[in-house]
Antibody
Framework: QLQLQESGSGLVKPAQTLSLTCAVS??????????WNWIRQPPGKGLEWIGN???????SYSPSLGSRVTISLDKLRNQFSLKLNSVTATDTAVYFC????????????????????WGRGALVTVSS | DIQMTQSPPSLSASVGDRVTITCRAS??????LNWYQQTPGKAPKLLLY???RLQSGVPSTFSGSGSETDFTLTINSLQLEDFATYFC?????????FGQGTKVEMK
């Protein structure tokens, strides 16, 4: 059974870089047909998609975070990582890694993506 | 970005009740709509995808309907473990966006 586990620094100073890693166990991150995502949730608030990476290393990021975000893949270690630069207090949140899978339908035609497996989440606090 | 608006923000219900949560998209998204359940301190759990398809292992008391801009999540015969916060999410295009959540509380 595939599992995801976040790790990284729980406290980051303003203007520094937030770094998190998501270790994937029970399956290969190199297998096609999935994307690997980062999603965050500020305390007491809703969910925000940060971005994702596919098995070939192709990435997609939320424009709201702009060039501050980098997601990378480490196939040897079967993990993927998040770096968020120039953090401020508004970046304080629980950060989840999640796998997205898709359902293919011919009627109506489309690939319907969804987040089907999640890590437990890692709280990152931005404070001096 | 596609804005997702859920209503109500919260509701009170009793075990055995039927509960309905709505989600509206700011533009047409076809059936590209997913529903998640989140309990305090836990990660969200996928309930339904493609608006109405039940994820494996999810009780059939959960159902979804709708298309284009208006969607509904229905919980038939609410159970104790169903008291949680529910989020809709569109996968029509990136950035993927979520509704603000609906908290189902015990009356």
């Amino acid at each position: 059974q595939l599992q995801l586990q976040e790790s990284g620094s729980g406290l980051v100073k303003p203007a520094q870089t937030l770094s998190l890693t998501c270790a994937v166990s029970g399956g290969s991150i190199s297998r096609g047909g999935f994307s690997w995502n980062w999603i965050r949730q500020p305390p007491g608030k809703g969910l925000e998609w940060i971005g994702n990476i596919d098995h070939d290393g192709g990435t997609s990021y939320s424009p709201s975070l702009g060039s501050r975000v980098t997601i990378s893949l480490d196939k040897l270690r079967n993990q993927f990582s998040l770096k968020l630069n120039s953090v401020t207090a508004t970046d304080t949140a629980v950060y989840f890694c999640a796998r997205s899978s898709y359902f293919y339908s011919s009627r109506p035609y489309g690939q319907y993506w969804y987040f089907d497996l999640w890590g437990r989440g890692a709280l990152v606090t931005v404070s001096s | 970005d596609i804005q997702m608006t859920q209503s109500p923000p919260s509701l009170s219900a009793s075990v055995g009740d039927r509960v309905t949560i709505t989600c509206r998209a700011s533009q047409s998204i076809g059936n590209y709509l997913n529903w998640y359940q989140q309990t305090p301190g836990k990660a969200p759990k996928l309930l339904l995808y493609s608006a109405s398809r039940l994820q494996s292992g999810v009780p059939s008391t959960f159902s979804g309907s709708g298309s284009e801009t208006d969607f509904t999540l229905t919980i038939n015969s609410l159970q104790l473990e169903d008291f949680a916060t529910y989020f809709c999410q569109q996968s029509y295009g990136t950035p993927y966006t979520f509704g603000q959540g609906t908290k189902v509380e015990m009356k």
